[in-house]
């Protein structure tokens, strides 16, 4: 069983992911803020992380680049889920050490198949 840590301030949106996640038979660990997120990923150790950019104390840029720092959680897929859309957006996300980019609102179809296939390139289930 494959365990993902949410990173995202709205309750509303981690309400949504954690329906959708849960319901796939994925464990979550939650947090509502980037520096809660990144020691819950250093302690935690989750098997792919779906990251808000825009999160209080640290936002999801920074917090993406502590957590690849570390290198037990460097080949741990993170994906940038935001409402950031412009141009150069998707490019900061993944210079920051995100795996993939998702726009909110996101359809949970494609994001479901967005966690499944980079949980399978890292080896998890």
Known sequence: M?????????????????????????????????????????????????MDMQLPIVDGYEAARRIKADPALRATPIIAVTSYALAGDEEKARAAGCDAYVTKPFSPRQLLAKVKELLAKAGGT
Do not use: K
């Open 2 to 50: 494959s365990r993902i840590l949410v990173i995202e301030d709205t309750e509303d949106n981690r309400r949504i992911l954690r329906d959708l996640l849960t319901y796939a038979g994925f464990t979550l660990t939650e947090a509502s803020d980037g520096e809660r997120g990144v020691a819950l990923a250093l302690s935690e150790r989750p098997d792919l992380i779906l």
